[in-house]
């Protein structure tokens, strides 16, 4: 009798468990791609004040010469590079033009060709703060053999170049 009711209550464990345990559907969540951070664009952006100078009238004799202060505004989120060029200067209503070698012109201190490869005037190893930075730009055109060309206004353009850099 005794094994009898050892066998009745193992049996009954045993079927006691098996209502306890049961399979269970997996959760199956849908897949998200992992989400990747992908650094900045690098820009930059770059406003000058005044957009337009009279730099003087050329004489009618001689050596002639002008000065101009601009403003440059420049916000960039990475290390950047400011290239400066001139076109030739070309007589209002004429097709006279002043020769380049005549012309020779200095910005913030650096040579500057006029009608040639843009050289750079300004260069930063960091981006600028997120409201940007002004920086003076001083600009110095001189001209030679002025009586060469006939005396009144001439217009050319001073053309800014502004490329991100990067450091490695």
Known sequence: MKKIIV?????????????????VQPIVMPYKKPHIVKPE?????LSVKPEKVNIGIV?????????????AHIVANYPYQIKASFTPFKKL??????????????????????????????????????GGINIPVNVNLS???????????YKGDLI?????????
């Open 7 to 23: 066998i009745c209550v193992i049996s009954v464990v045993c079927f006691g468990f098996s209502g306890i345990t049961h399979a």
């Open 41 to 45: 664009e690098p820009f930059v952006n």
């Open 59 to 71: 004489p009618s004799r001689g050596r002639g010469g002008a000065e101009v202060e601009l403003e």
């Open 93 to 130: 209503r004429s097709s006279t033009k002043i020769k380049p070698k005549h012309m020779s012109a200095r910005i913030n201190g650096s040579n500057v060709p006029i009608a040639g490869t843009a050289v750079p005037i300004i260069r930063s190893v960091e981006a600028t703060p997120p």
């Open 143 to 153: 001209l030679e053999n002025g009586m060469m060309y006939p005396a009144g206004m």
């Open 160 to 168: 800014f170049t502004i490329t991100t850099v990067s450091f490695k």
